[in-house]
Nanobody, 116 residues
Framework: QVQLVESGGGLVQAGGSLRLSCAAS????????MGWYRQAPGNQRELVAG???????NYADSVKGRFTISRDNANNTVYLQMNSLKPEDTAVYYC??????????WGQGTQVTVSS
């Protein structure tokens, strides 16, 4: 069993910044990767950024240069630093942990709203 607790969402004006955190606990074993996804009303859930156990990040084209994913392996925590936020970034953001055995767990989601 893995538990993910997200925090850091909120309301921000366009051009502002937010930092999301996702802390994992429980039967984690060996983490394959962790990532951030988002889902806006009427849209499918999409990958925003991911990071492997080795620290290799990847980003959706829409957030490259603005968002940075990082992790604290000692505390099993992944972060998403979001800068230069745009109204189109408005969505519920979910973190996801995937173990090497294929097990995955979603966080509860945190709302990010960017006003124009």
């Amino acid at each position: 069993q893995v538990q993910l607790v997200e925090s850091g969402g909120g309301l921000v004006q366009a051009g502002g910044s937010l930092r999301l955190s996702c802390a994992a606990s429980g039967t984690i074993f060996s983490i394959l990767n962790m990532g951030w996804y988002r889902q806006a009303p009427g849209n499918q859930r999409e990958l925003v950024a991911g990071i492997t156990s080795g620290g290799n990040p990847n980003y959706a084209d829409s957030v490259k240069g603005r968002f940075t994913i990082s992790r604290d392996n000692a505390n099993n925590t992944v972060y998403l630093q979001m800068n230069s936020l745009k109204p189109e970034d408005t969505a519920v953001y979910y973190c996801k942990l995937t173990r090497r055995d294929g097990y995955y767990r979603w966080g509860q989601g945190t709302q990010v709203t960017v006003s124009s």
